[in-house]
């Protein structure tokens, strides 16, 4: 046999050999545990207790980040009397975390007579639950441009007077005498 020849099978051999390990590698399966993906973990919102000098004591559930000053503003805003600057309004909240707002402890600004939204003036309607001076200026506003309220819950209709705000007067407000 002439060495090239013999060079050529060799390398011939060899080349298939290193194309059959390749192949054998490539093909087998896989070898080891399997990875598993967990879902991506969903913030759960920071329940809360406020009390004290705010419109509308109770627990109330707010998204993750949120400041002492979103509660206030949760819970209907601060009353006559609540001392403000004792509190660090800026203070992020912690899931069962509990609010004092230190002043004179008013359960509700709320009279124990229904307001009439088709006839009460914006220092009336201040005094709901929820419902700020500006609230209350777009109801007065709103109710000039379109008429009178059918219904308590077209209060819904005004800007800024979502279900949760209705909720939270529906007991307070009237359209009748």
């Known amino acids: 046999m002439k060495p090239k020849t013999f060079l050529s099978m060799l390398y011939g051999i ?5 194309a059959a390990a390749i192949i054998w590698t490539a093909a087998r399966p896989p070898v080891g545990e399997a990875v598993t993906l967990l879902p991506t973990p969903t913030e759960q919102p920071v329940t809360v207790y406020i009390t ?3 419109a509308t004591p109770g627990v109330y ?9 979103d509660a206030v503003e949760a819970a209907g805003g601060f009353v006559a009397g609540a001392e403000e ?3 660090n309004l800026a203070s992020a909240l912690r899931d069962g975390m509990q609010i004092d707002v230190p002043g004179v402890p008013v359960t509700s600004r709320v009279s124990s007579e229904r307001v009439n939204i088709n006839t009460a003036t914006v220092d009336e309607l201040d005094t709901l639950p929820g419902i700020g001076p500006t609230a209350a ?27 949760s705000t209705y909720d939270r007067i529906k007991d307070y407000i009237t359209i009748g005498p």
């Not at 060899?14 to 290193?18: A, H, P, T, V």
């Not at 559930?61 to 000053?69: C, D, K, N, T, Y």
């Not at 777009?138 to 008429?147: A, F, K, S, W």
Request: aromatic content about 4%; hydrophobic content about 40%.
């Open 52 to 54: 004290g000098a705010v």
């Open 61 to 69: 559930s707010l998204p993750q980040g949120s400041r002492i000053v």
């Open 14 to 18: 060899l080349i298939g050999l290193l």
């Open 85 to 87: 600057d004792r509190i």
């Open 137 to 163: 200026q777009g109801i007065v506003d709103y109710r000039q441009e379109n008429g009178p309220f059918q219904t308590i819950l077209d209060i819904q209709n005004v800007p800024g007077v979502g279900p």
